[in-house]
């Protein structure tokens, strides 16, 4: 795919993408295959320690990989995009830290705020209507974006997989934060991001994850979405 | 694709299929597609004599075409299956009338609520949690089924499109009624039903739809969703 560079939108080789909650399987999973196609990549969490053994792993078999762990506060500081893929228990508290160090940077939210019993999956009532909402509303100085809510961390994870296909579907308020999480998705083979909406428009993304639960139950699959015609 | 029938499904051309607000785009659209799949359809519509104009477009050119019109309650009576496809405003108002006429019928609930203003389409808070709950919790005697949510309209009406390239996500709470369901989506060419978790996640499966028309003014697309890996 020949991709178009707007000259507003920064070389992607030149950012620094920051996972927080890098240790959970959605985030080491994107950390995985951004460091595979080479960009510079920072594994957060809680615990330094744990981060940079995440990190070591996340570079794996990689001896160009530029990837490092640190705290999560350190990895927001340092990065230019940063994806929070902390679980929904952990995301307004953990953000609420943040706000100084995520000011003036596209935040990508990829939670999904999801309850479990007998029946299986469900989305949870968010009061700001969304994780990603959420996210904006404790963030006002930053732009936040969601996306990568259906990828499938086993598919991300499965080093034996060249593609993984599914599109990404992004919503957010700002055209430019939209562009380049679109393009963080390209940069992933197989992968392909769609501006699917504003922020307003992020909750039903989020919930949909229950639907693809109860497709992969139904149906033993990892299942992803694509959208036809587009 | 080879079909499994388990004996506890009925053959599709033994079923009367009732649309309820057959005159609307949606339900014109689908009416349409089973005509051509040589189903049995009754478009209904609050005025007996736009129903029967109504069916004799959706028949048009098709000389084995089994399709009649009449008034919601009429077609709702003799059904074995109705599809729901009245715009949101008037959903609730109509079901209500129609408790006795869908006592033990499968209901097709296709309605999105919706709202638009200058920033596109958003969804609408809906008491029940999606227009199919709340169809549920009007219809006590009826088994309610989401789905053919984010079929495009005008890909249904062009005839000479020979197959509608989309899944058809499918969600309920009585398995028979979503295996019946999805042989309907399965009975229209290029279509696919796929079951896709309960009726307590039918809310975003309507919202979606607001992302959909987002992605088909950006991209200038009448978008579907298709599913990886099923």
Redesign the interface.
Known sequence: MTERVEPSQPDLADLTIGVLGGTGEQGRGLARRWARAGLRVRVGSRQAQRAVAIAHDVAAGLPDADVAGDVNASVAAVSDVVVVAVPYDGHAALLATLVEELRGTVVVDVVNPLGFDK?????LAVPEGSAAGQAQSLLPGSSVVGAFHHV?AVHLLDDALAEV??DV?V?GDDRAATDLVQRLADAIPGMRG?????L??A???E??T??????NR??K??????????
């Open positions: 029946q299986g999956a469900f989305a499938s296909d599914t579907l919503v769609v501006y699917a909406g504003r307003r428009n909750g039903q993304l919930a949909l229950a639907n693809l639960i109860s497709v139904r149906y699959v990892h299942a992803g979405v694509r959208l036809t015609d587009v």
